[in-house]
C-alpha cells in the first residue's frame, strides 16, 4: 500500500473507532467481509464479549485469523452462510454491501440469523445502479466455491438502505460520512437500532 494510501487507511480507521468501534465494548459481534483483518483488529482493541469474522476468501481469512488470533473466523459467503453465525448483538457490515447482487437479501438473511440489537452499515456505492463486477477478484465480490454468478451488483441508495432497515424493525440512530481525506472518502455510514 503506498504511503498516501496508508494515511488516508488509518484516518478511515480513526474515523471509525471515534464514531462506532466503542460500540463494540462487552458485545457479541459479527464483522461480515473483514478481508485480512484490519478493521478487526481496530474492534478487538474495544474489547468485545467475543468477535466473529465472516470472510468469503480463505486467504484473506487466514490473514485476518493471524492478525486476530483470539476471534473465531468462518470461511463463508455474505449471502448464504450468516446462519454459520448465530445470534449476535452487533454486525458491521463496512465494505461489503456494496459487492452484493442481493444487498436487500443480505439484510433479510441478517436479520433472521444473527438478530441483531445494533447494525453499522457503510453505503460508499450510494446510488440505485447495477454494474457488472467480476467475482474473486481483488477487491471484488468473493464467492467460497466454485458456482457460476451473474457478474452483476446492485447498489443501492441511501434511502432505499433506510427504509429496508426500518421495514426490518430497526430505527436509524446516527449517519455521518467517511471524512474527505480517508479512502473512502465522503461515504455515508449507518448506525441502526433494533426497535
Not at 474495544?46 to 487466514?62: D, K
Not at 438502505?161 to 426490518?168: E, G, P, V, W
Amino acid at each position: 500500500m503506498s504511503e498516501e494510501r496508508t494515511l488516508q487507511f488509518a484516518k478511515k480507521l480513526d474515523f471509525l473507532n471515534n464514531h462506532f468501534l466503542y460500540l463494540c465494548k462487552d458485545r457479541r459481534v459479527l464483522e461480515v467481509g473483514c478481508f485480512c483483518g484490519e478493521i478487526s483488529e481496530e474492534i478487538q482493541k474495544h474489547n468485545p464479549r467475543e468477535l466473529i469474522m465472516l470472510e468469503a476468501a480463505a486467504t484473506s481469512a487466514v490473514v485476518a485469523q493471524q492478525r486476530v488470533p483470539e476471534a473465531r473466523v468462518i470461511v463463508g459467503d455474505m449471502h448464504e452462510d450468516l446462519d454459520q453465525v448465530g445470534t449476535v448483538d452487533m454486525v458491521l457490515l463496512l465494505g461489503v454491501i456494496y459487492h452484493s447482487h442481493a444487498p436487500l437479501h443480505i439484510l433479510e438473511h441478517m436479520v433472521k440469523h444473527n438478530n441483531p440489537q445494533i447494525v453499522i452499515i457503510d453505503n460508499p456505492g450510494n446510488a440505485f445502479e447495477v454494474r457488472n463486477e467480476v467475482p474473486n477478484h481483488p477487491g471484488m465480490r468473493y464467492v467460497t466455491d466454485d458456482r457460476r454468478t451473474c457478474q452483476l451488483i446492485m447498489n443501492i441508495s441511501d434511502e432505499i438502505l433506510i427504509l429496508a432497515m426500518k421495514n426490518l424493525g430497526y430505527e436509524l440512530i446516527d449517519q455521518k460520512k467517511y471524512p474527505l481525506d480517508s479512502l473512502i472518502s465522503d461515504a455515508p455510514i449507518f448506525y441502526f437500532e433494533k426497535v
